[in-house]
């Protein structure tokens, strides 16, 4: 009895194996059949979506024998699961510096008036912070700045910055910073009644921050106004987890908050 090739193709017809390969994020491909060139940006069950140098995204199947990888054909397999791909940027803006371990915290300060104000520069500058070694604490308001700022006693190797809410001309808040001098202590502020107006209406979902009627109370009118419920700590966690990067924040605030970290960590 004969043997016989299970493959009766004859051999001159049979194509020649080609590589597989992971098609891995940035891996620069070109589609045989259209000759779009584009970077792997997604990877899904069998397919796979290439950005092209103009931004332009398409989609494909990763069929056999269906890219070429430098002048080769190549067959698109999925990867393997790897590790989640680390941010390069902080929340901030920052270059990220994986690994990292906070240094022992200076002797220099940032100040806040609330602990809303410390929970939002913690979410978009904590990663910040914490490399620079530099603490925020709050003060509950700034009625008794100056005998604050006298206590700490702030010098040249242990600056203070304090992040005031509404420093705008005329204000109390103007008249409280304007009476710290000390060349060792930055105030600085946003023109915003309360730090929630910091956060951009279109990051919480609103057209615009209400307009509250003076002699009540801000942050209740606020939620009445929008329709929420009540209750101003359930209202301002709703906003703060809004905020991812420090795109969902007024220039004001980001202004004023890389001013202070400035003043406390430049020799």
């Known amino acids: ?10 051999a001159w017809k049979r194509s020649a194996p080609v590589p597989e ?38 989609v494909f199947p990763m069929e056999p024998r269906g890219f070429l990888l430098e002048g080769r054909v190549v067959t698109l397999v999925r990867p393997a699961a790897s590790s989640p791909v680390r941010p390069t940027r902080t929340a901030s803006g920052s270059v990220a510096v994986p690994g990292a371990r906070a240094r022992v915290a200076r002797a220099g300060r940032i100040y806040v008036e609330g602990r809303h104000d410390a929970e939002l520069v913690e979410r978009v500058w904590g990663d910040d912070l914490r490399i620079e070694g530099v603490v925020v604490e709050y003060l509950e308001g700034i009625d008794d700045l100056p005998s604050i700022v006298a206590e ?31 060349p060792d202590v930055l105030v600085v502020g946003h023109p915003y009644i309360d730090v929630w107006e910091a956060v951009k209406p279109s990051s ?36 703060l987890s809004k905020v991812t990067t420090y795109k969902d924040l007024e220039p004001e605030l980001l202004g004023a908050v890389e001013r202070l970290i400035d003043h406390v960590t430049v020799p």
């Open 152 to 182: 700490f006693a702030p010098a040249p190797d242990a600056r203070l910055g304090v992040l005031v809410d509404h420093l705008v001309p005329g204000s109390k808040e103007s008249r409280i910073a304007a009476t710290v001098t000390s």
């Open 21 to 58: 390969i992971p098609a891995d994020h940035d891996l620069v491909v070109e589609e045989v059949t259209t000759g779009f060139c584009g970077a792997v940006i997604r990877c899904e069950a069998g397919t796979v979506t290439l950005e092209d140098r103009f931004g332009k995204h398409r």
């Open 1 to 10: 009895m004969r043997s016989y090739d299970p493959d009766l193709t004859p």
């Open 204 to 239: 919480v979902g609103i057209s615009a921050w209400p307009r509250v009627p003076r002699g009540q109370d801000w942050k209740t009118g606020v939620c009445r106004s929008l329709g929420w419920p009540p209750n101003t700590g359930a209202a301002w966690q709703h906003i």
